[in-house]
């Protein structure tokens, strides 16, 4: 019998990447636009190198990219890329299709839900808050709550304690299939695998489930309860 229902938010909830994608881009576009004496491709190449090293939330991004290529940080830059950024990031801070309607329809079955994150505490509250999803949560561990990123199975206990919800009863619904399905498999918790955010071209994720939209989730939840009933 399924509980839980413990999801990971960017890239299984949320099309993370496509909105950091674009906000970087409109970012870039606007700083050479204030005068930022280099081509666009390399900019958004310089950005992301640094994202990739030092992490993909990291607030002070432009002010690294500017004192590493050029010594100092020209104020005018610095604000355009930070108002493009933020404005293109509001336009693409949406829902995959279907999101609500499936969370809507696991609360109306009587399974409680809860998010594991490896964001920052603010940054995850944010996205949530920012989505309209804070009412379907009981609770959310981010990475703030363990020092630890999933596939540490610190995270998995933590949101399994606080719901006092035993493994097996307990599905994790991820994108990354090296951190949401390998740490949750390790406890004894049912997988499935969010393939349509998939990033990193993961040919098998030796998950219990794939799911081609979010919805296949309530499917799934409604076989296994009715077999065990």
Partial sequence: M???VILDIDNTLMDFMRMKRAAV???ADAMIDAGLPMSKPDLVEKIFKIYWAE???DQNIFDKVLMKEFGKVDPKILAAGIIGYKRAKEGYFTLYPHVTMALTDLLRM???MGVVSDAPRLSVWLRIVGLGLHHYFEHVV?????GEKKPSPKPFKKILSLMQVE???AIMVGDWAERDVKGAKALGMKTAWAKYGNEFDTPVSGADFELDDIYDLVGIVKRLNAKAD
């Fill in 2 to 4: 399924i509980k839980a």
């Fill in 25 to 27: 881009d409109a970012a």
């Fill in 55 to 57: 992490g993909i939330e």
């Fill in 110 to 112: 009587g399974v409680r």
């Fill in 142 to 146: 981010t990475f703030d709550d363990t």
């Fill in 167 to 169: 493994p097996a009863s």
